[in-house]
């Protein structure tokens, strides 16, 4: 037993040690991508700690989804909470199983490239949308009588860029439109698109459509924040996807860093041929034989055969 475990021990280290170099490269290459992403979080964060001080708490709007679904209360707020989180570190530690599964189907540098992208250009729109009217917030911190609802005048410029942990725990007017939608649609899509587990996917989408409810019944956001989630996202991935490059296929050879030369052939191609194996596999023409000789492209060649004695 002991033997087994050591030795496969010993695969998975050598399998993760390639992998490693293989995102290192990867990484090199597209680092300024993920910082950019990064950076965009931060300022997301910071746009939302900004609207907050120009929240005005006040009565509650009317909404279907308070009306129809029953409040959660403060004492059970934590549970849409929960839910989020569990979405979030399985899509995180996902991405990573290229690093211990043989079975893989994406490149886990290149596919926070294109999260980020999704993530910072819903983002965008959420920003310009919140910050184009702030409704009162329906978040018990937010009500009328908190002292969270509204912020003071920051006492130096340091401190308004500093939003942990008061902008992430208590933030009030960034409502329309909700910011968990914006990461959990875009991580169940993108597991939809790149995952190989059928039935994960189908839970995940359950999941999500739960979380929905949730957020609601823990009135953390108004109904209209869930609904224009659903779709602006659902557009926005649709569209950035269909713009961006798509990422390579892992199901064949290992040709993830394989850049085309400039006669069209990619570096593997050119190590065949140096090392004189097959070039191109497209160039395969069909070829007939004909009395011991081959007839290429439909071309006839010289038969060097006697027929009737000739």
Not at 35 to 42: D, E, K, P, R
Not at 117 to 129: E, H, K, M, N
Not at 151 to 162: G, Q, S, V, W
Request: charged share 20%; with cysteine; net charge positive.
């Amino acid at each position: 037993m002991s033997l087994y475990i050591r030795r496969e021990a010993s695969k998975l280290w050598k399998r993760f040690c390639s992998e490693f170099a293989i995102e290192i490269n990867l990484l090199a290459e597209n680092w300024k991508y993920l910082l950019a992403g990064l950076i965009f979080q931060y300022f997301h964060g910071l746009a939302a700690r900004g609207v907050h001080y120009f929240h005005r708490p006040g009565p509650l709007l009317q909404d279907v989804g308070f009306f129809l679904l029953p409040e959660l209360g403060q004492d059970k707020a934590y549970i849409s909470e929960t839910v989020f989180v569990f979405v979030f570190l399985s899509f995180f530690l996902w991405s990573f199983h290229p690093f211990i599964l043989k079975s893989k189907k994406i490149y886990t540098v290149l596919l926070w490239c294109r999260v980020l992208a999704f993530l910072s250009a819903c983002q965008i729109l959420r920003v310009v949308t919140f910050y184009s009217t702030q409704l009162p917030g329906p978040n018990y911190h937010c009500r009328e009588g908190s002292k969270f609802a509204t912020l003071p005048t920051p006492d130096n410029i340091l401190e308004a860029f500093i939003i942990v942990p008061g902008g992430i725990l208590y933030g009030c007017g960034d409502l329309i439109f909700s910011s968990h939608m914006i990461f959990s649609l875009v991580f169940v899509r993108t597991y939809q698109k790149y995952g190989m587990q059928r039935f994960v996917k189908q839970c995940a989408w359950l999941i999500i459509v739960i979380q929905s409810f949730l957020i609601v019944a823990a009135r953390k956001h108004y109904t209209v924040d869930i609904i224009v989630a659903w779709y602006t996202v659902n557009l926005v991935v649709s569209f950035i996807d269909h713009k961006l490059p798509e990422l390579p296929d892992r199901s064949g050879a290992a040709s993830f860093l394989l850049p085309v030369s400039k006669d069209g052939r990619t570096k593997e191609e050119n190590y065949k041929l140096i090392n004189g194996n097959a070039g191109d596999p497209i160039d395969r023409r069909l070829r007939t034989p004909v009395n011991g000789k081959i007839l290429e492209n439909g071309n006839s060649v010289h038969v060097d055969t006697m027929m009737n004695g000739v």
